[in-house]
Structures are given as C-alpha cells and as structure tokens.
C-alpha cells in the first residue's frame, strides 16, 4: 500500500471515532437531561404533596387546647348539675433540660407532684431524653401546686402546664344514673369513634347522658402552632392559636326538688323510684340506689374506684335500675287485666267471683297470698281494690287465655324497649306459650296462665315500664316516649337550639269507655283497697295498685311495688305518675307504699321530704326504721 494511501485511511478512521466519541457524549447529555427532568417533575410534581405534609410536620408543632365540654343543667335551666372546673396538666419537655441535669429535675418534680420519680422516668425513658416532644406526667393537678412549680421554675427547666377541664359533678347521689361519668377514651371506642372527630387524648362520655349526648357536650379543640427546627425546638415567638369552642348545654327534665325528694324517701333501701309526666312522657325525677359518687372517676383512685363497684355483685351500685333492672311485675299488672277482660268482653265488671282464700287446679293447691281466709265474693273493683289473686286466675285462665294477656302486655309497652334517650335499657319479657316449647320443650300449662295473670312467672318489667303502664291509662291510650332532654342551649348566647317535643310511642285500640272504669277501679283501690292506709292523703286524691312480687326460691322474700298517678281528678296535662319498687333484699316492711304517698304528699303540698313525713303523721315509721338500722349495725358488728 502506498503511502498516501495509508494517510488517507487513517484519516478516515480518525474522523470516524471523533463522530462516535461525539455522538456518544450528545446521547449521553441527552439521557442525563432527561434523568434529571424526570427527577425533579417527579419530586415537585408527583411526590411534591407527599414532601410539603412532611415539611410541615417538620416545621410546625400543633398542641390541641381542649374544648370544655357542655354544662347540664335541671328543668329550670338555673341550678347546675354538671360544670367545668379547672385543672391542670404538667408536661415535660426533656430536650429543654440541660444535659445531665434529667434527674435532678425529675427528682424535685416529683417531689412538688407528691409522685415517685420511677413514675416520671416510665413517662420519660431514656431514649427519648433528648426529644423536644412534651410527655403529659400527671393531669387534674390543683392550682396550689402549679403554683409551687411556678415558684420553683428556675430549677425546673422544660417543665411546663397548660389548662385541662374536668368536670365537676355539683348534685351527684341518685343523679349519678342520670347524669353518668367521663373518661378517657378506649382503644375499643377510638377504633369506633375515629372518623367523628375524637383523638386520643379525648375524654368521653362512659353512662348517663354524658354518654348519650356525648356529641353535643364534647365541642370543638382548639389548636395551638409554632414553627420548630427538626428537632422539636421552638424557634417562632409567637404561636398561631385556634380557640376551641365549648361544646352545647344540655337542659334536662329532671326537677331537683322531686328528684332530692324521691331519693330521701328511698332512702338506703335498694330499689328505684321514677316520677313522669304522662302527657309528655318527661322524666321529673329518676332515682336508683345504691348509686356512686362520678367525681372520683376524676380522681387518680378511679381505677380502683371503678373496680370495687363492679366487684359488688350484690347492689349492683352501677346498674340503673329504673331502665336497667326487670322485675315480676306483679299485681300492678292487674290494671292490664282489667283493661283485657272490658275491652274483651270476656268478663262483666259487676259479675262477682268467690275467693275462698285458694283455687285447687291441676292437682296443686293456689293459695290467695294476700287474704288467707279468702276474699268472699267479689267484682271487679273489689277484685283489683283487694288485690286478690283467685279473682285474676280464675280471669286469666277462663275467660282470656295466655295469647290475649301477652297481646294486651304488649300493647301497654311491656317486653320491649321504651326508648329512653339513654345509653342502655332492659325490654322486659312478656311469655308465650310457643316461647315455653322452644325454650324448655314443655307445654304451656293453666298455671303458666295463672302465673301470668298476676304478673308472676315469666313476666318481667322495668320500673319505667311500670310507669308507662300507668301513663296509658291516665292518657287514655296513649304512651309518649320518655326523655330526660328538655333543650339544648347555646353555651354563650344561651339561646334554645333545640327543644325535645312529645313523641307517641304506642297507641292502644281500647276504646274510651274501658280507660274509665279501670280509672275508677283505681282509684277505688286506693280509698277501700290494700294501699288504704299507707295512701292516705288530704292533699291531693290519687289512684294507683300495689304490687307484692314473690322471689324465687325465696317463698318469704318480696318485692315491694306501689304505681299510682294525681291528681285523680285532674286533665292529665296536671297528673304525674310514680312508680317505686323497693327489692326483696330489704328488710320487709312494705315501703313502697308510704314512699309514694310521701312523694305525692312533697310534690303537691310543696313540702320538703321531712315535712311531708310530718304532714302525713308518718313520723313513728322513720323511729321505727332508726331503731331497726340500729339493731343490724349491731348484729354486723357482733358477727364480724
């Protein structure tokens, strides 16, 4: 090869890798371009929501300021039942405390708290020592020790408090069923709540309205920001402050002076007494005992507080026994009897039935517990004035059956719920004779229809559904809804934002003339029947039934029942309805009645409980019931 030829070539070959050595470096130029565009699209555009949350959370601090919540207040709206008080909660901030002086300040902390210092190091472990985050170690501190740690505040750096609410419970006794408690919130109730706002510092209704109105009461929280290096440090001076709004204030049916009235005339017999308005169903008194004090539950003991309330099985201080407890009706069941038989036609009032003190049925003796010797021959007047029971068996078992006297029960409210704007309640039980084979594969007998018929067996209810009973009769067919919420209020302007309207609950189809015999039967009942005596009252006229339930196995232990409403003679937009029930584990001396009569007499006559037993001349009893107390604190004290 010539030589030109070769310098040609390589030439050539020269050109050819400086054109790929360029094209190479414009791709790669290309590439890196596109790579960062992509980049920084995909960071500013795609994931730029992601990246701004975080720089958020990095530059901001949030504290949520907590809402009061609503007050509750009597039918009035002017004596408090529930208000806020103040309180405080200390926090510590142990990124704030200089380095090695933790425990020096943990120590005088704990010693202004009245705390352990181990208490405060669980709060406070040592991984998170340097975290500019605030750890809560005690809350519901009263103001004199804020004071003390203000004071001391130069030897306690990163300590700080902030205002925590927490409610006062002004009348507690019988409302404590009412009204209910706070606390904190559950991992159960979060999981449930999550989506309505509620976090977990939250403090929510447990029982009672709190509970029930928990949503009106709970109001807004507030919010407190400041900007903070990715540490946790404060840098802004000052912070960007939402106010939180209180929550709404609730005005309840209950009035005071009846409900104090009520539960000093139960006194401390385990029982339940509840007061309505039948023409609107509102609740003016509701009264449970034994109950339990709510403010503890704000109190550092309220774990061990709550604990010995549950592991008292026997008063059962938790439960509401108004709504919440089902018993034998008994012979106020009689008045849905005397409804049955006249709307029937199964059974002429003024027929006479003879009682010779037992009714032999099905080879088992039936003894007529009231009168032993026998009633004689009665009617109907007679045979719910008396309270006697072969009158009501022979009805039930011959002229109605067990199908019509479950209908009727039904009709008058019994076996399901009244729906009481409360958290929870019992229904009640009305048996059946298809109920009998399925549950105990046994068939319906006459002396299942007997039981019945006098509100024994099967049959249970609840005081309040003993008062509706009650409220059908004086509204002529007629229940409304029980409440306990009169209004809802604004917490600043106290303008009514809402107001509770009567509701129909049931209607019956008995017709008008039967409302009034059983009126007349009952109030008959009350000047020549059982309850003559204990219910005598130059006040006012009232009409009502007694009830005697026996306990199984007890044969000689019994619930004490008294239902009546007044004015007799009154428009039912005047009356009110009482129902109490004092149980079996009392010692007996048929309280129920007199409780009543005193309740009616304070009621009417305007008269404190005291005055009432003084103006009914039942002053003996009260001597009585002293010395009887007396005798069992001693009989305790001897046996243990």
Known sequence: MMPHQRNTRSARNTSLDRNFRLIILTVYIIVSFAIYFYKLFSLQIIQGQEYRSQSKKISSQVNVIPAQRGEIFDRNATLPMVVNTESFSVEITPGEIPVGHYDTVATKLASL??????????????????????????????????????????????????????????????????????????????????????????????????RQYDALLQGTPGRESRTVDVRGRILSDKPIIEPPQMG??????????????????????????????????????????????????????????YQSLLEDEKNQPLVNRVVNAVYPPASTF????????????????????????????????????????????????????????????????DYLGISKIASYAKEFGFGQSTKIDLPSQQSGFVPSAEWKERRYHEKWLGGDTMSASIGQGFMLATPLQVA????????????YKPHLLKEVRDPVTNEVIRETKPEVLLKSTIDSEVWKQVKEAMRFTITDGTPQYPMHNKIVQAAGKTGTAEVAPYKTSWHSWMVAYAPYDAPVEDQVVIATIVEACNPWEWWAPYATNIILQGIF????????????????????????????EFHKRRHT
């Open 113 to 210: 708290l009245g705390v352990s210092k181990y208490e405060i190091d669980k709060k406070v472990p040592r991984n998170v020592r340097r975290s500019y985050s605030s750890y809560q170690i005690r809350s519901n501190v009263p103001f004199s020790v804020i004071s003390n740690i203000a004071e001391n505040s130069t030897d306690l750096p990163g300590i700080t408090w902030i205002s925590k609410p927490i409610r006062n419970y002004v009348m507690t006794g019988s409302l404590s069923h009412v009204v209910g408690y706070v606390g904190d919130i559950t991992k159960e109730e979060m999981n449930m709540m999550y989506n309505q706002g509620y976090t977990r510092s939250s403090i929510v209704g447990k029982t009672g309205i709190e």
């Open 248 to 305: 709404k204030n609730l005005v309840l049916t209950i009035d005071t002076d009846i409900q104090t009235l009520a539960e000093k005339t139960l006194g401390n017999r385990v029982g339940a007494v509840v007061v309505l308005k039948p023409s609107n169903g509102e609740i003016l008194a509701m009264v449970s005992y034994p109950f339990f004090d709510p403010n503890i539950f704000n109190t550092d003991d309220s774990g061990k507080y």
């Open 334 to 397: 009689k008045i849905i009897m005397s409804a049955a038989m006249l709307q029937e036609d199964a059974f002429p009032a003024t027929k006479k039935i003879e009682c010779r003190g037992r009714l032999v049925y099905g080879g088992r003796v039936f003894h007529c517990h009231v009168h032993e010797p026998g009633h004689g021959w009665l009617d109907m007047n007679g045979g719910l004035g008396q309270s006697c029971d072969v009158y009501y068996w022979t009805i039930g078992r």
């Open 468 to 479: 509706n009973m009650v409220a059908m009769v004086t509204n002529e067919g007629v229940i």
């Open 605 to 632: 006559a305007k008269q404190t409980y005291e005055e009432a037993v003084h103006a009914l001349g039942f002053n003996y009893l009260m001597k009585n019931r002293a010395r009887q107390e007396k005798a069992d």
